[in-house]
């Protein structure tokens, strides 16, 4: 345990250092702000049943978040440390390489948790609403996380270099971030692609964050795909195919 505890310490740091990184994971928390600050951004529109702007992408910019740190950050920091050999020489010292990858998700988790606690708080300091089952967007938050770390670590273990692997996570990161609606709302969606959507980490986890936060709201297909428990066997589908294929492909060295 201290030797998971000293490398969390560690790996904070030289996160913190790493200012190209700060400034990608930066982006939804600055968007939050700036959405929450404007009058018309407040108001309830019934373009998004009822809800603000600020509220209806509240759980498009913390999906944007948590994808950048699984899908970018994750692959990129794993696959620096494989490719300079950090791994295979931290196996001759009494830490482990599981206390690293232990210390390491934990900080992944951790910077999930506190942008989307971020996110979620923002607009409230301008006077618009935030999310009105806050323990349930809090469960919503950490299986969407699950899913996306589990995916970001597939990519570490499937893809040597971590640039590629970095450069295809920021491309697969786009493809959810359509699926949660960020360049398209999702209330004006055809019903198959609401469907293909749904079925998409990026498209099921933002609906399950904004069900659990305020409801059933305009975009979801009929039947079975529009029940939250879909979404939450989606989500944690993503995560277990995920954790299964990086187990039997991740190398350390």
């Known amino acids: 345990m201290s030797a998971t505890v000293a490398l969390f310490r560690n790996e904070a740091r030289m996160l913190a250092r790493t200012p190209g990184v ?53 692959p990129q920091m794993l696959g620096d440390y494989r490719e300079l050999g950090f791994l295979r020489r931290l196996r001759t010292t009494p830490a482990s390489a599981a206390n690293l990858l232990t210390a390491f998700l934990a900080l992944m988790v951790l910077l999930c948790v506190g942008a989307a606690l971020f996110i979620a708080v923002v607009p409230l300091f301008f006077g618009a609403g935030g999310a009105e089952r806050p323990f349930s967007y809090a469960g919503a938050v950490l299986v969407s996380t699950a899913a996306f770390l589990a995916m970001g670590t597939v990519l570490s273990a499937v893809i040597s270099s971590p640039k590629a692997a970095s450069g295809i996570g920021t491309a697969l990161a786009a493809t959810q971030w ?25 498209g099921a986890a933002t609906r399950l964050m904004s069900d659990a936060a305020f409801g059933t ?37």
């Open 22 to 74: 700060l400034v990608w994971f930066t982006l939804p928390l600055l968007a939050a702000v700036v959405i929450a600050a404007i009058p018309a951004a407040r108001n309830p529109n019934p373009g998004f049943g009822g809800l603000s702007v600020s509220q209806a992408y509240t759980p498009t910019l913390t999906m944007f978040a948590i994808s950048m740190t699984g899908l970018v950050l994750l």
């Open 178 to 202: 359509f699926a949660s609606g960020m360049w398209f709302p999702r209330a004006m969606f055809p019903e198959w692609l609401t469907i293909v959507s749904d079925l998409m980490p990026g």
């Open 217 to 253: 709201a305009p975009g979801a297909a009929e039947g079975w795909i529009a029940s939250p428990v879909t979404r939450v066997a989606v989500c944690v589908a993503w995560t277990v195919v995920g954790v299964a294929v990086a187990i039997r492909t991740f190398t350390w060295e």
